[in-house]
């Protein structure tokens, strides 16, 4: 057991008696980033631009292309938050270099908590000149153009149970054995607001997030503010539902959320129903969310797959391929995960989005 974020854990319960979800997971996810480069095959978990360089790549295009659509702001923030490796930056820039005065324009800036992962980032990305920063709100403010991919399914998710005696706070207390186990907590002060109550059964769960909605919020009211675009990936669901989606992977196994913190990886579905209700509260443009295989396709990978693999040993452009199958295949990442946009309002038309604006009627 990851002996520092387990003794963290204890401390607190042994002081309040429980602590939340997303208190555990906030304690469990700071010891385990803290680990350093814990991605890819001999790691716990591989994510899209770790599988195909395609990935970065395309998203480096619609950046220049976001860019020029912002009319060419010089210079311009290109933020990335949990930016894991680096290597999604790595290969944005080597794509939209190719469009001139992006890269002399662009002031990188990567908001990481993580020491270890900041030095990874930094050999990654040691021909760029690059500014790191704990939050979000330390990054100066101007036109941007701001990454997610997989940074808002790590952010903790307070989770609420429906009981006998109405919705709890679910809370994870040590019991005389010492085993981490989860419990209960009716709300004493401020009512949980659980959209969903009226069809929920005793014993569902609801997930929500106010780490998620604090940086929607703060994402969507720089771009208003300031102008830009974000774009964020993950896995997720388009509206708000019931269940249970904490999961903890390990050496790319599940594994219990209890079992091990700081030593699994630990996420949660992204609610995009409410990222979007809480982007349009904060005045921006939603884009969104479509399926990544399809945002992907829209965006040409076939035809980057076929460059990729041209010239290579038949071995090399088998994996090209199989690595770009796998993110966008419905039983790979091509379904689960989703992509949005929140834009400044006179963005209305971003690359991969087309038709799918809704017609906008407030939250
Ligand atoms: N985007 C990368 C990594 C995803 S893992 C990829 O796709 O490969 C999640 C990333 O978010 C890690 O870099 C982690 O250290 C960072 N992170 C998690 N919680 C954070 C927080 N609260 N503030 C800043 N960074 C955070």
Avoid at 238 to 261: I, N, R
Avoid at 322 to 342: D, N, T, Y
Wanted: with cysteine; charged share 20%; hydrophobic share 45%.
């Amino acid at each position: 057991m990851n002996s520092h974020a387990s003794a963290q854990i204890r401390a607190h319960i042994a002081r309040d008696g429980h602590i939340t979800v997303a208190d555990y997971m906030d304690l469990a996810a700071a010891a385990y980033y803290a680990r350093g480069d814990v991605f890819g095959r001999g790691g716990d978990f591989i994510t899209a631009p770790e599988i195909s360089q395609a990935f970065g790549e395309l998203i480096g295009l619609w950046c220049a292309v976001t860019w020029q659509q912002m009319g060419r702001p010089a210079p311009f923030k290109l933020i990335e938050c949990g930016p894991g490796r680096g290597t999604l930056m790595a290969d944005v820039l080597r794509a939209a270099k190719m469009v001139a005065g992006f890269l002399p324009a662009a002031e990188i800036h990567l908001v990481e908590r993580s020491r270890a992962l900041r030095d990874k980032q930094r050999t990654t990305l040691k021909d760029h000149s690059v500014t790191w920063h704990d939050d979000l709100d330390a990054v100066p403010h101007g036109p941007q153009i701001i990454l997610a991919n997989e940074f808002l399914d790590a952010l903790p998710v307070r989770q609420f149970q429906r009981t006998p005696n109405g919705w709890s706070e679910r809370v994870i207390t040590a019991d005389p054995t010492q085993a981490l186990t989860f419990s209960t907590m009716l709300a004493d002060n401020a009512p949980i607001p659980i959209p969903l109550a009226v069809t929920a059964e005793i014993g569902a769960i609801f997930e929500r997030s106010d780490a998620v909605t604090a940086a929607v919020a703060a994402m969507s009211q720089r771009i208003t503010a300031h102008g830009g675009a974000a774009l964020l990936i993950d896995y997720g669901h388009t509206a708000s539902a019931l269940g249970e989606t904490l999961q903890a992977v390990k050496s790319h196994q599940y594994t219990e959320v209890l079992a091990t913190p700081g030593e699994a990886d630990l996420t949660a579905h992204v609610d995009f129903g409410h990222v979007k209700t809480t982007a349009r509260a904060a005045g921006a443009l939603v884009h969104g969310p479509v399926e990544q295989g399809l945002w992907l396709k829209r965006l040409g990978i076939g035809v980057r797959q076929v460059q990729l693999a041209k010239d290579k040993p038949p071995e090399a452009a088998r994996a090209i391929e199989q690595g770009v199958r796998r993110l966008i295949e419905p039983h790979g990442l091509g379904m689960l995960f989703k992509v949005m946009a929140l834009a400044h309002p006179t963005l209305k038309d971003l690359e991969g989005f087309e038709g799918k604006i809704e017609f906008q009627s407030g939250p």
